[in-house]
């Protein structure tokens, strides 16, 4: 069982409850494998083993989900928030950017604790995934308003990058002159946050037939980009091209905010640490979008949207049609006629 501990408020001294008597604690430790704690007290090490796991029913988990859910959703949404309030606070001056940056940690963390997962739903890798999509769905509403949205999304991405980068460098104990130049230097894999939501949401208007040609354009024509356009036109293929998306997209913004901590203020940072996390996370958030996607849209509408772009080939054929047959006319001598069909059988004479 975990021990009781508190401070002597006459002599500063922490002691922990043994039994029914307090004692006085002269050195304390950490298992940095475990995380137990120890106590030397009495002549002896004591261990602060953590309270036992309570066993949970598969029932009680499948019901207890839902509610888990929810809050992985928020929770990912509002680190988002938290993380773009940070980045706009260095527009502030300097002593009202850093309090701010503490009231917006504080509240940040009150949150997060409130909306943290129950012990038995800790591990989840649905709820890691589930916090994800909490993160990257604000981002996809503003990809549908036009510029406007685009514009705003990049912002909250940037603020968001920039935020970052200033979380990681406190955590990792850097200066105040760090965290401005870290946060600075967050905007640019911050701009990156848009990307992928940008092109999940054109696939949404595109399978929708609305127009969505000034979102999530595609500027490369990489390798990457002849293997999107054959996986496009599959339902797993749209979905394996926004894993891809996502997945990618989240890396980079791994390996921009690496190479901050390692030339600002952590030189033994590693360029692609956490990189395989971000893409799998990534590639899962993306997928399942662009699942959900799938799953929400009629069949009946799919398959008006198909026929129509069939439709849209013929019509973008039709002028190359009529122009080669005006050059084959143009090639006829003035006073000659020419059979035009010239597989059609001849016409039996009276």
Do not use: C, H
């Not at 912002?155 to 946060?183: H, M, Y």
């Not at 894999?189 to 054109?202: H, L, N, S, T, Y």
């Amino acid at each position: 069982m975990p021990f009781k501990t508190a401070t002597n408020p006459e002599t500063e001294e922490q002691v922990i409850l043994v039994g029914n008597q307090w004692v006085p604690v002269a050195q304390t430790a950490t298992n940095p494998d475990t995380g137990e704690r120890a106590y030397f007290a009495q002549g002896r090490w004591m261990i602060d083993s953590p309270p036992p796991e309570e066993d949970i029913s598969s029932l009680d988990y499948a019901l207890g989900l839902p509610v888990e859910t929810g809050k992985a959703l928020l929770g990912g949404a509002a680190g988002l928030v938290e993380s773009a309030a940070t980045g706009a606070s260095f527009i502030l001056p300097e002593e009202a950017e850093q309090a701010a940056r503490a009231r917006i940690a504080e509240i940040g963390s009150g949150v997060q604790e409130a909306l943290a997962p129950a012990p038995a739903y800790e591990d989840s890798l649905y709820l890691d995934l589930v916090r994800g999509v909490g993160s990257t769905a604000p981002f996809i509403p503003a990809a549908f308003l036009g510029a406007p949205g685009v514009i705003a999304g990049a912002a909250l991405g940037v603020g968001a990058g920039s935020g970052e980068a200033a979380q990681r460098a406190v955590a990792a104990g850097a200066t105040e002159d760090e965290i401005s130049t870290a946060a600075g230097l967050g905007m640019i894999p911050g701009a990156f946050e848009m990307f992928g939501p940008g092109r999940i949401a054109k696939r949404f208007e595109k399978v929708l037939g609305s127009q969505a040609d000034e979102i999530g354009e595609e500027v490369s024509k990489t390798f990457l980009t002849r293997l999107y356009n054959k996986l496009g036109g599959s339902r797993k293929g749209r979905i394996t091209q926004a894993a891809i998306d996502e997945g990618i997209q989240e890396a980079v913004s791994e390996v921009g905010q690496n190479l901050i901590q390692r030339g600002i203020y952590d030189p033994e940072q590693g360029v692609f640490t956490g990189t395989g996390e971000s893409f799998g996370l990534g590639a899962g958030v993306g997928g399942f979008l662009q699942g959900l996607t799938e799953l929400i849209l009629p069949g009946r509408q799919r398959r008006a949207i198909k026929e129509a772009e069939e439709t849209l080939e013929t019509t973008e054929a039709a002028p190359e049609t009529a122009e080669q047959a005006a050059t084959a006319m143009a090639q006829v001598p003035v006073g000659e006629s020419r059979n035009m069909i010239p597989d059609a059988p001849a016409r039996p004479g009276p």
